[in-house]
Protein backbone atom coordinates (compact mmCIF):
# COMPACT_ATOMS: atom_id res chain seq x y z
CA UNK A 1 0.00 0.00 0.00
CA UNK A 2 1.41 3.57 -1.04
CA UNK A 3 1.81 6.81 0.89
CA UNK A 4 -0.09 9.58 -0.23
CA UNK A 5 1.20 12.54 -0.18
CA UNK A 6 -0.48 15.75 -0.24
CA UNK A 7 0.01 17.81 -2.97
CA UNK A 8 1.11 21.22 -2.18
CA UNK A 9 2.64 24.30 -4.37
CA UNK A 10 5.42 25.59 -2.65
CA UNK A 11 5.97 29.32 -3.38
CA UNK A 12 9.30 30.31 -5.56
CA UNK A 13 12.20 31.73 -2.70
CA UNK A 14 12.50 34.79 -5.10
CA UNK A 15 8.84 35.56 -4.97
CA UNK A 16 9.02 34.86 -0.98
CA UNK A 17 11.92 37.58 -1.18
CA UNK A 18 9.83 39.88 -3.25
CA UNK A 19 6.99 39.90 -1.00
CA UNK A 20 9.17 40.83 2.04
CA UNK A 21 10.76 43.59 0.30
CA UNK A 22 7.17 45.04 -0.70
CA UNK A 23 5.94 44.53 2.89
CA UNK A 24 8.83 47.41 3.17
CA UNK A 25 7.84 49.70 1.25
CA UNK A 26 3.86 50.17 1.43
CA UNK A 27 2.54 53.00 -0.73
CA UNK A 28 0.65 55.31 1.60
CA UNK A 29 -2.81 53.83 0.69
CA UNK A 30 -1.18 50.06 1.71
CA UNK A 31 -0.35 52.23 4.78
CA UNK A 32 -3.72 53.55 5.81
CA UNK A 33 -5.65 50.36 5.12
CA UNK A 34 -3.10 47.78 6.89
CA UNK A 35 -3.52 50.25 9.92
CA UNK A 36 -7.33 49.36 9.73
CA UNK A 37 -6.80 45.35 8.81
CA UNK A 38 -3.74 44.56 10.71
CA UNK A 39 -4.64 42.28 13.57
CA UNK A 40 -7.99 41.41 12.72
CA UNK A 41 -9.99 44.42 13.27
CA UNK A 42 -11.92 44.12 10.47
CA UNK A 43 -14.86 42.05 11.84
CA UNK A 44 -12.23 39.26 13.39
CA UNK A 45 -10.92 38.44 9.93
CA UNK A 46 -7.17 38.18 9.85
CA UNK A 47 -5.02 40.34 7.00
CA UNK A 48 -1.86 39.32 5.46
CA UNK A 49 -0.36 41.98 3.13
CA UNK A 50 2.01 41.26 0.16
CA UNK A 51 0.76 37.77 0.21
CA UNK A 52 2.26 35.37 -2.30
CA UNK A 53 -0.08 33.51 -4.21
CA UNK A 54 1.08 31.17 -7.07
CA UNK A 55 3.19 33.37 -9.27
CA UNK A 56 1.60 36.57 -7.97
CA UNK A 57 2.22 38.69 -4.90
CA UNK A 58 -1.65 39.88 -3.62
CA UNK A 59 -1.53 43.36 -2.10
CA UNK A 60 -3.75 41.93 1.35
CA UNK A 61 -5.58 38.40 1.21
CA UNK A 62 -7.53 37.19 3.95
CA UNK A 63 -6.89 33.56 3.93
CA UNK A 64 -9.79 32.17 5.53
CA UNK A 65 -12.55 33.50 3.62
CA UNK A 66 -10.69 33.40 0.35
CA UNK A 67 -10.79 37.32 0.06
CA UNK A 68 -8.07 39.31 -1.78
CA UNK A 69 -7.38 42.81 -1.79
CA UNK A 70 -5.53 45.04 -5.14
CA UNK A 71 -4.62 48.43 -4.70
CA UNK A 72 -4.44 50.25 -8.32
CA UNK A 73 -2.22 53.32 -8.70
CA UNK A 74 -1.38 55.54 -11.79
CA UNK A 75 1.12 52.39 -13.39
CA UNK A 76 -1.97 50.13 -13.48
CA UNK A 77 -3.84 51.98 -16.58
CA UNK A 78 -0.57 50.77 -18.48
CA UNK A 79 -1.46 47.12 -17.54
CA UNK A 80 -5.25 46.25 -17.81
CA UNK A 81 -4.29 43.12 -19.51
CA UNK A 82 -2.20 41.90 -17.01
CA UNK A 83 -4.59 42.82 -14.49
CA UNK A 84 -7.69 41.29 -15.83
CA UNK A 85 -5.33 37.87 -16.19
CA UNK A 86 -3.99 38.15 -13.08
CA UNK A 87 -7.48 38.90 -11.34
CA UNK A 88 -8.64 35.45 -13.57
CA UNK A 89 -6.00 33.13 -11.92
CA UNK A 90 -6.67 33.93 -8.67
CA UNK A 91 -10.78 33.78 -9.58
CA UNK A 92 -9.89 30.16 -10.80
CA UNK A 93 -8.20 29.14 -7.50
CA UNK A 94 -11.12 30.24 -5.57
CA UNK A 95 -10.07 33.70 -4.41
CA UNK A 96 -12.97 36.78 -4.74
CA UNK A 97 -10.66 39.90 -5.68
CA UNK A 98 -11.43 43.67 -4.79
CA UNK A 99 -10.01 46.42 -6.81
CA UNK A 100 -9.70 49.85 -5.41
CA UNK A 101 -7.54 52.80 -6.87
CA UNK A 102 -5.05 54.11 -4.43
CA UNK A 103 -7.07 57.76 -4.25
CA UNK A 104 -10.48 55.89 -3.62
CA UNK A 105 -8.87 54.25 -0.40
CA UNK A 106 -7.50 57.61 0.66
CA UNK A 107 -10.47 59.78 0.10
CA UNK A 108 -13.08 57.14 1.00
CA UNK A 109 -11.60 55.19 3.52
CA UNK A 110 -15.36 54.19 4.93
CA UNK A 111 -16.61 53.53 1.34
CA UNK A 112 -13.94 51.22 0.80
CA UNK A 113 -14.30 49.01 4.07
CA UNK A 114 -17.54 49.22 3.63
CA UNK A 115 -17.07 47.33 0.28
CA UNK A 116 -14.54 44.59 1.78
CA UNK A 117 -17.23 43.95 4.97
CA UNK A 118 -19.62 43.31 2.11
CA UNK A 119 -17.64 40.99 0.69
CA UNK A 120 -16.14 39.00 3.75
CA UNK A 121 -18.51 36.34 5.09
CA UNK A 122 -19.65 35.20 8.61
CA UNK A 123 -17.14 36.24 10.50
CA UNK A 124 -14.89 33.64 12.09
CA UNK A 125 -15.20 32.56 15.97
CA UNK A 126 -13.42 34.74 18.24
Request: contains cysteine; proline residues 5%.
Amino acid sequence: MGVLFAMTTRIPPLTTRNARSLRCNLTDAEKLLWQVLRQKQLNGNRFRRQHPIGKYITDFACIEQKLVIEFDGGQHQNQLIYDAQRSAFLETQGWCVLRFWNNEVLENLSGVLAKITENLKVSPPP
